[in-house]
């Protein structure tokens, strides 16, 4: 596959709105009843099985896109590690998954750590991020053997050698200065972060020095991440080149170099984020080019692994028509199940999965169900006549959805239901009114 929408090669594709859109899981199609059909599964049949709203994933999507990432590093470089940042997707069956296709993980939590150590990944393929790591996280990645710590403050380098009774292999997470075009709330890599050290204020040269003056911990990399939802190619490069020219100041001479996340992928119809083949290309280039000797190349995609391999559906409860103003279509869920548009005024499609092959001829305006004005999933989106009790669904809900679920109104989280050859499996199961007394003291 050499770019997600050039996967869908069916002969459907060329009038199939559904099949040939970079924004549905691949191998989406309408299905001769005219409905969505997410991983061979009728998405109408099966929310009227499993309930509205539900998270649902075409599990070979996600195995393709893992092996493009495979695929694309093996033709460059013989030694590499795709790690899967499980923040964007931290599920059970998507460890395990991920795990099977032979992907590392990256975990920011003792909980995801938990997760991915549950799901059979074998610690030594583990990396542990977080700013503000605690004491416990710590000592359980400790306990657990997990292959490297990636230190994001001083207090860490002091808290972790002291626990540490062994040689830990470590990475200094740097921050480059490089400010990615995203929103600000996911860029990472300018020098005005949580995130990190910096290299013009001498916090990362300092880092190096205390890590080699520590008792356990043996620095065998770098890291850098310079954002999320990025479509340009250059940042990158040049965050390669500062690692660089960081490296050689200081007469290191990296084992690892991981240069983060990040590819941008497509919410919309037009959406043209770059190929995985390129971006790769342009991390080993860069890497190739100013190291020396090349170290192994990690990098650490999240959302373009899981993004576009889930939509999320959703029941039409209310239409409400204000004459000159706006329709509103009230879905059973919002900013519980997906809190992007609110965080990052993120922009979705919509879609009736009823009548998936009718043109849109109607600007409607989904909200949630929340108790809150701005509990609106898209603003002004182009659907078909909307009708109460229509499925709704929203495509390239894949990554930060489920991960960013809460309970706001007490509303239950939705289950992950994973598609695979027409059949569907509940991976996380809906949680239940009494879910919501289950932690009452
Ligand atoms: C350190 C780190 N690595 C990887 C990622 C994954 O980024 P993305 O989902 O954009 O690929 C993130 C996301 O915020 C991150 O903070």
């Given at each position: 596959m050499s770019s997600s929408s050039d996967?869908?090669?069916?002969?459907?594709a060329a009038t199939d709105p559904i099949a040939s859109s970079p924004v549905y899981p691949l191998g989406s199609r309408v299905n001769e009843r005219g409905r969505l059909e997410v991983g061979g599964c009728d998405v109408v049949r099966l929310v009227a099985e499993h309930g509205t709203p539900a998270y649902i994933y075409a599990e070979q999507d996600m195995r393709e896109r893992a092996a493009e990432y495979l695929r694309a590093f093996s033709e460059r470089s013989s030694d590499f590690e795709v790690i899967f940042a499980s923040k964007a997707f931290p599920c059970t069956a998507a460890y395990r998954l991920f795990e099977r296709e032979g992907l590392s993980v990256d975990v920011a939590s003792g909980g995801e750590l938990h997760m991915a150590l549950a799901a059979g990944f074998d610690p030594g393929r583990i990396h542990l991020h977080g700013n503000n790591k605690t004491r416990r996280e710590l000592e359980y990645a400790f306990d657990n053997g997990v292959g490297h710590l990636v230190l994001d403050s001083f207090d860490e380098i002091e808290l972790a050698d002291r626990l540490l009774d062994r040689p830990q292999r470590v990475l200094i997470r740097i921050t480059p200065g490089i400010e990615a075009s995203t929103h600000s709330y996911i860029q990472t890599g300018q020098e005005d972060s949580k995130f990190g050290f910096g290299l013009a204020d001498g916090l990362a040269e300092q880092a190096v020095e205390r890590v080699r003056a520590s008792k356990h911990l043996e620095l065998v990399g770098l890291h850098a991440h310079i954002g999320s939802?990025?479509?340009?190619?250059?940042p990158y490069t040049k965050a390669i080149e500062v690692l660089a020219d960081f490296t050689s100041a200081l007469e290191l001479e990296p084992e690892l170099i991981n240069v983060g996340g990040g590819l941008g992928i497509a919410y919309m119809d037009g959406d043209e984020p770059p190929s995985v083949d390129d971006y790769v290309d342009v991390k080993v280039r860069g890497i190739e080019r100013v190291f020396y000797p090349v170290p192994r190349i990690a990098i650490e995609p999240g959302r373009s692994l899981v993004g576009n391999a889930g939509v999320t559906a959703y029941r039409v409860g209310t239409v409400k028509e204000i004459p000159g103003v706006r329709t509103y279509v009230a879905v059973d869920g919002g900013m519980s199940d997906n809190l992007r548009p609110m965080l990052y005024g993120a922009r979705y499609e919509a879609l009736i999965a009823d009548r998936a092959a009718e043109l849109p001829d109607t600007e409607a305006t989904i909200a949630g169900?929340?108790?809150?004005?701005?509990?609106?999933?898209?603003?002004d989106a182009e659907i078909a006549a909307p009708r109460v009790g229509d499925v709704l669904v929203t495509p390239?809900?894949?990554?930060?959805g489920h991960a960013m679920a809460n309970n706001y109104n007490g509303v239950p989280r939705p289950p992950v239901i994973f598609c695979d050859g027409g059949e569907a499996r509940v991976v996380v199961r809906r949680e239940s009114w009494d879910d919501l007394l289950a932690r009452d003291a």
């Open positions: 996967n869908r090669g069916s002969v459907a939802q990025i479509y340009e190619l250059e169900k929340h108790c809150e004005s701005g509990d609106v999933l898209i603003e390239a809900t894949g990554a930060y």
